[in-house]
């Protein structure tokens, strides 16, 4: 059973709500799920073994790490009737479009058998969303590119079937490196949970309602997809390319000093780190990793990316602001090696967070203090004023 700690959060105001889940020491870089470490999660455990984490507060033993592996295995297909849900799109809709309306769709099929006032029905809601997501990833993936959708076998791990679901077509299985399957898995556990940040706190005050689990988690997906948030993979990428070459990088950290000027270094900053996000350590490490075993040498994007760290942490303006890279710097260009393309980053990042998503929202049905339920807010507007007819104003 882990010690249970006190700690000084660092601020004084009432925080949103309790939880158990996840530690995060903006100060120190540290992040813990359930008192785990990330960086010895994403070393030594799995993707599967951190949702059962995740879920359930404990490591599992053998036995209950291969039932629950047998139930998610088996909870990957999707209703063959929601295939037709794809073809309301527009072939070049952004996958992250097509996620949110799937995944708020999934409430319309199992809506009615759901009661979330049954633990056992919250479970199985729970091994539902994290066993279908990446199905409906991939399968979005596939719309985009106009290509079949492809089945999940169940013969693979789960960071091994969404690389088959994404890369494999009918005339060609895609051949799965288990290094590859490796470092896809790791991805996954490095954007599993993140404690309240905007996209879980918009599940908690979803759920809050009573609202359907499925319908909460898409309203969680919607969220991530801001620039700000999950969209950050895809925009640091973009902005790595933008810069394109190592002598550009000091006009680029012109423009993200420049108050006057919008540009943010995307993949930089973050609300409560202020050091090292442990993640984008882990990130830059399997980049490394992943383009060496793909036989990628010299790759631009991952010296312009490298440079760009190095000048800015010695820079006093990112210094004193204590600006650091965070989960999103290095993801998208190993993502980019595996052969995605940017607009599958932040799906990528959403069916990872699901089970945060999910186990958070379990949390909050479970213990009334974790509901989030109807913010207050500060009034500073107009004071009370009689209504003047258009005639007189
Ligand atoms: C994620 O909350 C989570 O946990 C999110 C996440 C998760 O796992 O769920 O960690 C995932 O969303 C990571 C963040 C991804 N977003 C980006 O990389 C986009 C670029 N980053 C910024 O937009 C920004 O850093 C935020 C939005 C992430 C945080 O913004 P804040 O709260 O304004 O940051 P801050 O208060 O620490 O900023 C201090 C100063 C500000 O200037 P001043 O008002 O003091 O003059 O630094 C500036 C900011 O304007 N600043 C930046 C900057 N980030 C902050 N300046 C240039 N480039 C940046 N990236």
Not at 333 to 338: G, T
Not at 351 to 366: A, D, F, H, P
């Amino acid at each position: 059973q882990a010690d249970v700690f006190t700690y000084d959060p660092g601020f004084t105001s009432t925080a949103a709500c309790e939880s158990k889940i996840t530690f995060i020491d903006g100060g120190k870089g540290e992040l813990l799920y359930r008192g785990y470490p990330i960086d010895q999660l994403a070393s030594e455990s799995h993707y599967l073994e951190v949702c059962y984490l995740l879920l359930y507060g404990e490591l599992p033993s053998k036995q209950q790490m291969e039932d629950f592996e047998y139930r998610v295995t088996r909870h990957t297909m999707i209703h063959e009737q929601m295939k037709q849900f794809f073809q309301g799109f527009r072939r070049d809709s952004h996958p992250m479009a097509t996620m949110v309306g799937v995944v708020g769709a999934l409430s319309a099929f199992y809506h009615d058998s759901l009661d979330i006032s049954d633990p056992w029905q919250r479970e199985v809601a729970s091994i539902r969303l994290i066993a279908k997501l990446p199905t409906i990833a991939a399968m979005a993936y596939k719309y985009s590119i106009g290509q079949p959708f492809v089945y999940p076998k169940n013969e693979l791990s789960y960071a091994e079937n969404f690389l088959h679901m994404c890369f494999s077509v009918p005339a060609e299985d895609y051949k799965i490196e288990p290094a590859l399957a490796k470092a896809m898995d790791r991805i996954f556990t490095l954007h599993a949970d993140h404690e309240q940040n905007a996209s879980t706190s918009t599940v908690r005050l979803a759920g809050s309602s009573g609202a359907n689990p499925f319908a909460c988690i898409a309203a969680g997906i919607a969220c991530l997809w801001g620039p700000a948030h999950g969209g950050a993979n895809q925009a640091c990428l973009e902005m790595l390319r933008e810069i394109g070459t190592v002598d550009q990088i000091p006009e680029y950290i012109k423009r993200a000093k420049d108050k006057d000027d919008p540009f943010r270094l995307m993949g930089f900053g973050h609300r409560v780190y202020k050091n090292f996000d442990p993640r984008a350590k882990v990130m830059k490490e399997s980049a490394d990793e992943v383009l060496d075993l793909l036989g990628i040498h010299d790759n631009e994007t991952l010296q312009v990316a490298k440079e760009l760290e190095k000048i800015a942490l010695e820079d006093d303006y990112f210094v004193s602001k204590k600006l650091y890279p965070n989960v999103d710097f290095y993801s998208g260009i190993i993502l980019e090696a595996m052969g995605f393309p940017t607009s599958m980053f932040t799906p990528i990042f959403a069916l990872s967070r699901t089970v945060g998503w999910i186990s958070q929202w379990k949390e909050m049905i479970e213990d009334p203090t974790g509901k989030i339920g109807r913010p207050r807010q500060l009034y500073t507007g107009a004071t009370y004023r009689d209504y003047v007819d258009i005639a007189k104003r």
